[in-house]
């Protein structure tokens, strides 16, 4: 079965970080530019972050610039979005997707179910 599965998401305070984690079942994520994005309730779906495949490529949201990070590790087959310095208004759910080919791009066509974080004192 394909899937890809989100991890590490939970509570946080402001000013905290977590690391979410983004891992494939049933096929490898090597060749495929991976994007994170994220959804409040009642907001649109905002791209957060996309590593390219080969990791050489990032490209970060200017909301989140200067606080998160994305990486991979494609031994391991995941790739991660290491997020500092958190804020309120970073809550939403966290879905990480694969984008149609190598390169970061505008179009993802395969989804995970996302990972909640919350951001609250």
Request: glycine fraction near 12%; include cysteine.
């Amino acid at each position: 079965q394909l899937q890809l599965v989100e991890s590490g998401g939970g509570l946080a305070q402001p000013g905290g970080s977590l690391r979410l984690s983004c891992a494939a079942s049933g096929f490898t994520l090597d060749t495929y530019a991976i994007g994170w994005f994220r959804q409040a309730p009642g907001k649109e779906r905002e791209g957060v972050s996309c590593i390219s495949a080969a990791g050489d490529v990032t490209d970060v949201a200017n909301s989140v610039k200067g606080r998160f990070t994305i990486s991979r590790d494609n031994a391991k087959n995941t790739v991660y979005l290491q997020m500092d310095s958190l804020k309120p208004e970073d809550t939403a759910v966290y879905h990480c997707a694969t984008a149609v080919d190598s390169g970061c791009t505008n179009v993802y066509d395969f989804w995970g179910q996302g990972t909640q974080v919350t951001v609250s004192s």
